[in-house]
């Protein structure tokens, strides 16, 4: 079982950056897509960025042109979000996933991905 772990999580003022980790347990099937995700109390996880196997992004409107996600699979398979011009609203416990149930295509269901992350709180005061 591929376990995901997430890192990075932390406080910051409007403005600032973070960037995320995820660290897998295993190599992943090279068909798959990465993600991450946010929730925050009383509402549905939401997609924020995908990365397919032939690379191919997207990204939620609401963090386009903000956020960055990326990979590095030269020794584990990691995936990192870059986090710029961080918001109030952007508050929320961020999740890493890893789907190979779409054979390296990309969505933002989150019942098509397969392994999760625990979660790491991102927190953004005004």
């Known amino acids: 079982q591929v376990r995901l772990v997430e890192s990075g999580g932390g406080s910051v003022q409007a403005g600032g950056s973070l960037r995320l980790a995820c660290a897998a347990s295993?190599?992943?099937?090279?068909?798959?897509?990465m993600g991450w995700f946010r929730q925050v109390p009383g509402k549905g996880r939401e997609g924020i960025a995908t990365?397919?196997?032939?690379?191919?992004?997207?990204y939620a409107d609401s963090v386009k042109g903000r956020f960055s996600i990326s990979e590095d699979n030269t020794e584990t398979d990691t995936v990192f979000l870059q986090m710029n011009a961080l918001k109030p609203e952007d508050t929320a416990v961020y999740y890493c996933?890893?789907?190979?149930?779409?054979?390296?295509?990309?969505?933002?269901?989150?019942?098509?991905?397969?392994?999760w992350g625990l979660g790491t709180q991102v927190t953004v005061s005004s």
């Open positions: 990365i397919a196997s032939d690379n191919k992004i997207e």
């Open positions: 295993e190599r992943i099937r090279s068909a798959r897509c």
């Open positions: 996933a890893a789907s190979v149930a779409l054979y390296g295509r990309c969505s933002f269901n989150r019942d098509l991905f397969n392994y």
